[in-house]
């Protein structure tokens, strides 16, 4: 009867830890699960953020060459595709004194 009664005891005590472990793995792939799931989230909402940035910038950029284009016409001088203007002596420059 005692060798029974510890036979029995041995296979809840090795049930109970199967379900623990088992509880245990399920918990810990449940986890992971979300962990990965709130990676790529951060990572998709970051890569939006860079394109609305990226798209915002554009959009500035255009704006002040657009600007810049009307700033060129109204002082009779035109900004070269380098970046230089025409000066009132005929020379291409970035800064000169006397026209700046």
């Given at each position: 009867?005692?060798?029974?009664?510890?036979?029995?005891?041995?296979?809840?005590?090795?049930?109970?830890?199967?379900?623990?472990?088992?509880?245990?793995?399920?918990?810990?792939?449940?986890a992971q699960e979300r962990n990965l799931a709130f990676a790529q989230s951060?990572?998709?909402?970051?890569?939006?953020?860079?394109?609305?940035?990226?798209?915002?910038?554009?959009?500035?950029?255009q704006e002040l060459v657009e600007q810049a284009k009307k700033?060129?016409?109204?002082?009779?001088?035109?900004?070269?595709?380098?970046?230089?203007?025409?000066?009132?002596?005929?020379?291409?420059?970035?800064?000169?004194?006397?026209?700046?």
């Amino acid at each position: 009867m005692n060798a029974e009664k510890t036979n029995e005891a041995a296979k809840n005590l090795a049930k109970l830890a199967q379900e623990g472990s088992k509880a245990l793995t399920d918990t810990a792939i449940t986890a992971q699960e979300r962990n990965l799931a709130f990676a790529q989230s951060v990572l998709e909402n970051g890569i939006e953020v860079l394109k609305s940035h990226a798209e915002s910038t554009r959009t500035i950029m255009q704006e002040l060459v657009e600007q810049a284009k009307k700033t060129a016409s109204r002082t009779g001088r035109s900004a070269g595709s380098d970046g230089q203007r025409g000066c009132r002596s005929g020379a291409q420059h970035t800064v000169c004194p006397e026209c700046f």
